[in-house]
């Protein structure tokens, strides 16, 4: 058996049973720079979640696959724009954070 292997897979393993978990007493669910494969699409969903990302072939990949009940395409660097507070529940952004420069990355709130 390939260790290496074994220790990725149960890494994601844990990561969605985590993400699952966490998100199971929430009702709203945004998610921020939601990609065409949100790994909330991957977990049970007990709660409504919504996409958001500023590339509308990837929400229409995503929209595809239902990984959100609703999606909105829009630059998350201007949330307020879209969104007024206590809007959801609670808000994820999974694998965003790199494609932005720190400068940037520093301007992005909830």
Same mark, same amino acid.
């Given at each position: 058996?390939? %260790?290496?292997? !074994? !220790?990725?897979?149960?890494?994601?393993?844990?990561?969605?049973?985590?993400?699952?978990?966490? %998100? @199971?007493?929430? /009702?709203?669910?945004?998610?921020?720079?939601?990609?065409? @494969? @949100?790994?909330?699409? @991957?977990?049970?969903? *007990? !709660?409504?979640?919504?996409?958001? +990302?500023?590339?509308?072939?990837?929400?229409?990949?995503?929209?595809?696959?239902? *990984?959100?009940?609703?999606?909105?395409?829009?630059?998350?660097?201007?949330?307020?724009?879209?969104?007024?507070?206590?809007? !959801? +529940?609670?808000?994820?952004?999974?694998?965003?954070? /790199?494609?932005?420069?720190?400068? +940037?990355?520093?301007? %992005?709130?909830?």
């Amino acid at each position: 058996m390939n %260790l290496k292997k !074994f !220790f990725l897979n149960f890494q994601n393993v844990f990561f969605y049973w985590v993400l699952e978990k966490e %998100l @199971s007493n929430y /009702e709203t669910v945004l998610d921020v720079g939601c990609g065409h @494969s @949100s790994p909330i699409g @991957s977990i049970e969903k *007990n !709660f409504k979640s919504e996409g958001i +990302d500023i590339h509308i072939k990837t929400i229409n990949e995503s929209r595809k696959k239902r *990984n959100h009940d609703k999606y909105t395409t829009g630059d998350i660097t201007k949330l307020p724009n879209f969104y007024k507070d206590k809007s !959801f +529940d609670a808000c994820v952004s999974i694998d965003v954070i /790199e494609h932005f420069t720190k400068k +940037d990355a520093l301007k %992005l709130r909830v």
